[in-house]
């Protein structure tokens, strides 16, 4: 068959376009008195997109026509493309042994074989092999499918080999080898023009780059390429919901990460599982959200499944990740020793990889330069040794970094940034324990809860700027009359809620009646040097003998405020249930 021919572009393209592969294969099978070969070939290619894309059903078909069409085992080339895309079926089915059993033999014949088969063939025999935990075997196999698709001179295919060579370097934790390889990839997709190969590129890079500590390009890189080309519609090769989901997180983007990771699940049958990452990317968005317990709880799970399963198909990197996180976790909640255990388990695991990495350079070092004299290759082992000491240095100056990046926005996650005060969120958390404390020392705790006068008024007449002026007035005025134990937090617009620790409700309504007298001695200024005072309603409520929890006594001091609202604002008023007690 001439190497120019329709069919032999449409297998070239079937990894760039396999819509397009098909149409071209069914535009062959409409020629009048098509000869058998082409008729045959044409069939293969459909089994072949059947195999990427399709259904069983769709799969078995086209190989029943194939078959149909001519005796497959007469031409060499038709016999080894079936049994190529036998194997491509076996290894969609999970039966790799199958699978390397069919392409070793198409391997082995590859100088005999026209270029593009035998690119197909070595890269799909790759992934065959890594799937199977042979990584020193599938390097070399990847670089030897690298040398075919440079020779073959077939754009899509060289784009194809950096894209299988770098993601499996990254795999190994090469990723100093694997960046250059991806930003080729990368390159070369945009210049083909294939959304296809862009998505591909751009998954595996940015990946690479969130390893590489490089969050803000990985952010960049995916919300032009993944989220701006990804179509809900797409099959699950194409969707990259974890890479997306990493590069927000690792960009403080919780939410939009949380969005993500709420979409569905897609599995890819001709890739790596993805469980384990998404359990990883879930329990660090829990533990963002204080929910240290639920995130322990959840990689426990991952782990124990692994424990049972085995973990072939998880990458060592996410292993490492899904340890760090239940060890945060577990130091949250206070479980000391398992926290510890857990590091313990992840630094040694992350020796390992970077021991891997190692290995993976001096292996592509060996593979691309097999010539090299031995005094070279110890000199590059020792300048590698070095190097990695360095990148050993520099990861866990990078982790510290991220824990005190994670410390700060979880602060700030608590904070009003208008005011400076605690929100309400932190109210919520802290109050239950400031009660269960003060329950447990048998001391008063008086919440009080706080609603600037006409604060709608102070907006409409004197603009925005200036309520803002009086929100930061009283919040900073709450935080200087307040005790080093106590809690002062804008609970929303113009309301505040103020713990006080040790004071019961008389106690502090004295102290809120001085306050209030502090608060309108303030003086905002208003135009024509005129100065604008204002007041506040107060609430307070108790902790009872018997303990109250946070929303009862929310719900008393509030009831409390709508009182002193009703007799005219500007006062305190205490609850009820305070005053009887």
């Not at 086209?62 to 491509?88: C, F, I, K, S, T």
């Not at 969050?215 to 993944?226: G, I, M, P």
């Not at 080093?484 to 809620?497: I, K, P, S, T």
Request: net charge negative; aromatic share 4%; charged share 25%.
């Amino acid at each position: 068959m001439d190497p120019g021919s329709p069919l032999d572009r449409a297998l070239a393209s079937i990894i760039l376009d396999s819509a397009a592969a098909l149409r071209a294969a069914q535009a062959a099978l409409a020629q009048p008195e098509a000869p058998p070969a082409l008729q045959a070939m044409a069939h293969l290619i459909e089994a072949l997109v059947a195999v990427r894309e399709g259904t069983v059903e769709q799969y078995k078909q086209a190989m029943a026509r194939a078959e149909a069409a001519g005796p497959l085992d007469g031409p060499a080339r038709l016999a080894a493309l079936r049994d190529h895309v036998r194997a491509q079926w076996h290894r969609r089915e999970g039966r790799l042994s199958e699978a390397e059993a069919l392409l070793v033999p198409l391997h082995q014949r590859a100088e005999q074989r026209p270029l593009v088969d035998a690119y197909l063939s070595a890269a799909s025999l790759a992934t065959v092999v890594s799937m199977r935990g042979d990584d020193d075997g599938a390097l070399d196999l990847y670089y030897q499918a690298m040398a075919l698709a440079r020779r073959s001179g077939v754009d899509s295919l060289v784009v194809n080999a950096l894209n299988n060579l770098g993601a499996h370097q990254s795999d190994l934790y090469n990723l100093e080898d694997a960046a250059p390889l991806l930003r080729e990839c990368m390159d070369g997709a945009l210049r083909l023009g294939s959304r296809r190969q862009i998505i591909y590129a751009a998954g595996n890079l940015v990946e690479n780059l969130c390893f590489r500590g490089e969050a803000v390009a990985a952010l960049a890189l995916a919300r032009e390429h993944l989220v701006a080309r990804i179509r809900p519609d797409d099959p699950p090769a194409l969707q990259r919901d974890e890479e997306i989901a990493r590069a927000l997180l690792d960009n403080g983007l919780h939410d939009e990460a949380a969005a993500v990771l709420a979409r569905q699940t897609y599995t890819d049958p001709f890739s790596n599982e993805i469980a384990t990452e998404r359990v990883l990317l879930e329990a660090r968005l829990l533990l963002i959200r204080g929910e240290p317990a639920q995130a322990l709880r959840l990689c426990q799970a991952r782990q124990a499944l692994l424990d049972e399963q085995g973990a072939e198909g998880t990458l060592p990197m996410d292993r490492v990740g899904l340890l760090r996180t239940a060890a945060r976790a577990a130091q949250a909640v206070g479980e000391l020793a398992q926290a510890c255990a857990l590091h313990e388990q992840a630094f040694a695991l992350h020796e390992q990889l970077l021991g891997r990495a190692a290995r993976s350079r001096r292996l592509s070092l060996q593979i691309t330069h097999r010539l090299a004299v031995a005094e070279w290759e110890r000199d590059a082992a020792r300048r590698e040794h070095e190097r990695l000491a360095g990148l050993n240095a520099q990861l866990q100056a990078q982790v510290a970094e991220n824990e005190r990046l994670q410390q700060r926005l979880r602060a700030q996650a608590l904070e009003d940034p208008l005011t400076g005060v605690h929100n309400r969120r932190h109210l919520l958390e802290a109050g239950p324990a400031m009660l269960s404390q003060a329950q447990r020392r048998q001391e008063p705790l008086a919440l009080v809860m706080v609603d600037l006068d006409h604060f709608k008024r102070v907006n409409d007449q004197h603009g925005h700027d200036l309520g803002d002026q009086v929100l930061r007035g009283f919040a900073q005025l709450a935080r200087r009359r307040s005790r080093a134990e106590d809690l002062v937090c804008r609970y929303g617009g113009e309301e505040f809620v103020l713990l006080m620790a040790g004071a019961d409700a008389p106690q502090a309504a004295e102290r809120l009646r001085s306050l209030l007298q502090d608060f309108q001695s303030l003086g905002f200024a208003v135009a024509q040097g005129s100065a604008l005072h204002c007041s506040f309603s107060a609430g307070v409520a108790a902790s009872g003998p018997n303990g109250d929890d946070l929303h009862e006594l929310l719900a008393q001091a509030d009831a409390a405020l709508y009182r002193a609202k009703q007799l005219g604002r500007c006062r305190v008023e205490l609850a009820a249930a305070s005053v009887a007690a």
